[in-house]
């Protein structure tokens, strides 16, 4: 079983920064596995933003968050984190952590089976 929580959405201007954090809580045969962040805006599908493998650290990104973005983890805290600078208002949407079944870095919906709740960002 794995539980996943997110903190630090709120509102930001643009060219503002945000940082959101996802507290894990899986056992050790899950902790293998990548972790990523995905959002959707309204009337939009998800899409996978960023994602970070555990086990090599190797990283993945969406190309509409190069450079803004980062993604890094505290694997003894089990707790990954997402740095966003230089917001717009199209990063504006709700944001979620996922928990991966594969250990290499993924934004592919499909891999992931956990989900958060979602913290939300709003970029005005």
């Known amino acids: 079983h794995v539980q996943l929580v997110e903190s630090g959405g709120g509102s930001a201007r643009a060219g503002g920064s945000l940082r959101l954090s996802c507290v894990a809580a899986?056992?050790?045969?899950?902790?293998?596995?990548?972790m990523g962040w995905f959002r959707q805006a309204p009337g939009k599908e998800r899409e996978g933003v960023a994602s970070?493998?555990?086990?090599?650290?190797?990283?993945s990104y969406a190309d509409s968050v190069k450079g803004r973005i980062t993604i890094s983890q505290d694997k003894a805290l089990d707790t990954v984190y997402l740095q966003m600078n230089s917001l717009n208002p199209e990063d504006s949407a709700m944001y979620y952590c996922a928990a991966s079944i594969i250990p290499w870095a993924t934004i592919r919906l499909s891999d992931y089976r956990y989900w958060g709740q979602g913290t939300q960002v709003t970029v005005s």
């Open positions: 970070i493998s555990p086990g090599t650290g190797s990283t």
């Open positions: 899986r056992t050790t045969t899950y902790r293998r596995n990548s």
